[in-house]
């Protein structure tokens, strides 16, 4: 009869063991910190940071739209081009390059602004003429994108910054009065050296990666820009043998 009284009593006890044990009795011991909080804990650095992610956006954004064969190569206006040389009409080619601005067009208006002032144009010349202006189309294209290879480098060093001054922040608690230093002031500091660190690479490694993307694609479109340079400067030979 004990035994029987006994058993609806354990019943109960190992029941209430089994529902503490479940995940939700037990209330989380942390949570995962918010946006504000992260930038509360880098400091003025994560502001610095921030304003570098968004120029890296929007020159991400920028290139996307600028470096496209449309913008340095556009095929409609090599096709007139194309048509009015062999016309023979400079006059009408120089018009045509000057209302359709781009690298192609800038490199064709230099070649046949020469041809136009010289009675008797050489060869040699404008051969130079459209190579260095080509040159220098190319050169402004490649320029534009180091602007992102800067922020790629620089985010790190000033995150590595930010990591420099929380480990400072650390360190000067314990230096000041060690028998009075509080766990929290020492966490405060590594914390801000960690968020700072990763919100530099979190910044830098992106910005390295496009630049590397832009990088190919601009090599790709200054070869297209050589070879339409390339039969420019054969229609204006032949032009001048004609």
Not at 25 to 45: D, K, N, R
Not at 46 to 66: E, K, N, R, W
Request: with cysteine; glycine share 8%; net charge neutral.
């Amino acid at each position: 009869m004990r035994m029987c009284k006994l058993i609806p009593s354990l019943l109960l006890l190992l029941c209430a063991v089994a529902h503490a044990d479940q995940p939700g009795a037990v209330e989380p011991l942390a949570e995962s910190m918010t946006l504000s909080q992260i930038i509360q804990t880098g400091g003025w650095i994560m502001y610095v940071l921030g304003v570098m992610s968004v120029a890296g956006l929007a020159m991400i954004i920028y290139f996307f739209v600028v470096l496209r064969q449309e913008k340095i190569i556009p095929k409609p206006f090599t096709l007139e081009l194309g048509r009015i040389l062999s016309t023979g009409d400079i006059d009408q080619a120089r018009i045509s390059c000057r209302n359709q601005p781009s690298p192609i067009s800038a490199v064709a208006l230099a070649a046949l602004d020469y041809t136009a002032r010289t009675k008797n144009p050489d060869p040699g010349m404008i051969k130079e003429i459209i190579e260095g202006e080509g040159s220098r189309q190319a050169a402004d294209l490649q320029s534009r994108t180091t602007y992102l290879l800067d922020i790629g480098v620089i985010a790190p060093m000033v995150g590595l910054l930010g990591t420099v001054l929380g480990m400072l922040t650390a360190f000067n608690a314990v230096a000041l009065d060690i028998a009075r230093a509080k766990p929290i002031y020492l966490a405060s500091g590594v914390s801000q050296a960690l968020v700072t660190t990763a919100a530099g690479l979190m910044v830098g490694i992106p910005a390295m990666i496009f630049y590397a993307y832009f990088r190919g694609r601009t090599g790709t479109l200054i070869g297209r820009l050589e070879a339409v340079s390339a039969d420019l400067l054969t229609q204006l030979i032949q032009q001048k043998d004609s």
